[in-house]
């Protein structure tokens, strides 16, 4: 019966079969997503014609972790801060300044580590492609403890701070051994998936604390971020757009007499993804990069607000913020199940976007009337929330459609989920880290840029394994089987408790020196796992079954 095969046998058959395999097999069945990619590679392209589909879909997934990176950078994460203030949970120096690492740990490792759980939830929700969410959690932390830190103490040596490494890399292998148990009775439950949870609520809780102590001891009152938490260095040229408006070239460009705009004015230039100052600056490979980015950009600028809490108008764009009433809504309806709810007609007649419509527009209506394009009203802090939740739609869209894709490609080259995930999804999710990470080192900020690479995937590995387990869980069902597909999971969870364990001992036994050597060892164990991992995959290493 075809129940009987699995996805992946397509490729064993007849070209001529291999649409009605697809078609008739349960388990090709995509969950979630817009797109079938399954049907389009063998119903839509001739079997002649798959190379061309495999490009197409290659390149498809570049331009979704595109996608991922850029919503998260210029839209989740602004709009994340934004709430912080608004809830007084950033630079507050009222109790000792406790808050800013409370922020830095809750809301901007939310902000950073959203691409990479939201593709885990999104993974952890079909148990056949768990395997991709394991993958990706255990290769992202491998890749960014290796290649990452590696790199950043090849490229600035410099002095670890003592204390948040210790205790970073410990609340790491603590969390790691964890997962290395359910995987290894198949299963996790409701209290360990909300034990995942709490644990990173105690690590919230120890590192406040120990900035406390820290604190109290050299006897300072509040004070800013201390040396090895120090705020992200930020470059002015690179303060571009922000899924604002773009027309905001800083205080150079601003006229001495500054003149109301119309508002037909105000809304072309903020739905502008280009300055064209900085367009004239940038070498040809940036501009490259900005053309491809340009379509997602302005999509994004359509349907998701973002409050600036550093501008004077907080980024007010009446006509723009008007505009968003009615599309961040339809955004998150649409985007919902797939716009399962989305088109479904009340009573059989009247669509809910077609409702959602209606009632943005009046709302939008309302609101253009009784504000000024000068002022923002006091409700403007509304729109962070909105524009939070409508670029975390589009994230998780996003993961989605990343998620279907990979899971396509594994049919299509025989791959298992977790090589997919320890790989393409690891690195894709990961890239973003690196280069920001290499950058902050070259601009001198080393420490900051070693404790990211294990603070960040602490939130990875607990919020990403606890949340997907969590929301995969129903009132009959409050257990999870992760059952491992392969020797592959087994060396990939190896590889990552070695590689902290050599940093936990080869770091003090350097007196927390770190230098080239360091790193030079670290990026080559990365290149020996890799080859290990390739290798198991592909049945060259596997277990004798004499």
């Known amino acids: ?112 580590g959203a691409p990479d759980v939201f593709s885990a939830v999104v993974a952890f929700s079909d148990p056949r492609t768990a395997g991709l969410a394991i993958g990706a959690v255990f290769g992202a932390g491998v890749f960014v403890t290796t290649v990452v830190a590696g790199g950043i103490a090849m490229v600035k040596p410099f002095t670890a701070a003592s204390r948040p490494f210790l205790r970073d890399v410990i609340f790491y292998m603590v969390a790691v051994f964890l997962t290395f148990m359910v995987l290894y009775f198949g299963r996790i439950t409701l209290g360990e998936a909300l034990g995942y949870l709490g644990l990173y609520v105690f690590y919230v809780f120890t590192v406040v604390l120990c900035t406390w102590i820290h604190r109290w001891q050299r006897g300072e009152g509040p004070t800013p971020p201390s040396p ?59 501009r490259l990069f900005k053309i491809f980015k340009v379509p997602v950009e302005l999509l994004l600028l359509l349907t998701v607000p973002v409050v600036d809490p550093d501008k004077d108008d907080l980024n007010w764009k009446r006509p723009l913020n008007c505009l968003h009433i009615v599309t961040s809504p339809l955004l998150c309806i649409l985007t919902l199940k797939s716009g399962t709810y989305g088109l479904y007609q009340i009573q ?110 602490i939130f990875n590995i607990l919020v990403g394994v606890g949340l997907g387990c969590l929301l995969q869980m129903t009132s009959s069902q409050l257990v999870v089987k992760l059952e491992p597909d392969s020797l592959l999971v087994w060396i990939l969870a190896g590889a990552l408790g070695l590689s902290l364990v050599f940093s936990f001992v080869a770091v003090p036994a350097q007196c927390f020196q770190l230098g080239k050597a360091y790193g030079l060892c670290l990026i080559l164990y990365y290149l020996a796992f890799l080859c290990v991992a390739l290798l198991t995959e592909f049945k060259v290493i596997h277990l004798s079954t004499a």
Not at 253 to 266: C, H
């Open 1 to 112: 019966m075809g129940t009987e095969f699995k996805c992946w046998e397509v490729r064993k058959r007849n070209s001529s079969e291999w649409c009605h395999f697809v078609r008739s097999n349960p388990d090709c069945r995509l969950e979630g997503g817009f797109l079938d990619y399954l049907d389009g590679v063998f119903c839509v392209f001739p079997p002649r014609l798959l190379p061309l589909a495999v490009t197409l879909y290659a390149l498809w997934l570049l331009y979704l972790f595109v996608i991922l990176g850029v919503t998260a950078e210029k839209f989740f994460c602004p709009n994340l801060s934004a709430i912080s203030t608004n809830l007084k949970l950033s630079h507050n120096v009222a109790v000792f300044s406790l808050m800013s690492p409370l922020h830095g740990v809750t809301f901007l490792a939310f902000g950073n």
């Open 228 to 286: 090895w938490e120090p705020e992200m260095p930020t470059d002015a040229e690179e303060q571009e757009s922000s899924g604002a408006n773009s027309g905001d070239y800083g205080e150079e460009y601003q006229p001495l007499l500054p003149s109301p705009e119309s508002s037909l004015r105000i809304l072309s230039t903020a739905l502008s993804p280009l300055d064209h100052r900085k367009w004239r600056r940038k070498p040809w490979y940036w």
């Open 348 to 457: 059989g007649i009247f669509p809910v976007w077609a409702l959602i419509t209606l009632v943005g527009s009046v709302l939008a209506t309302v609101i253009f009337i009784t504000t000024s394009n000068e002022r923002p009203p006091k409700y403007h802090c509304v729109f962070a929330f909105l524009g939070f939740l409508a670029s975390a739609m589009w994230i998780n869209a996003a993961a989605t459609e990343l998620v279907n894709i990979l899971r396509t490609l594994g049919v299509i080259f025989q791959l298992s989920n977790t090589v997919l995930g320890l790989t393409l999804l690891a690195w894709g999710n990961s890239i973003g880290d690196t280069f920001s990470d290499l950058t902050m080192a070259r601009q001198g900020y080393p420490r900051m840029a070693f404790s990211a690479c294990f603070g960040g995937i």
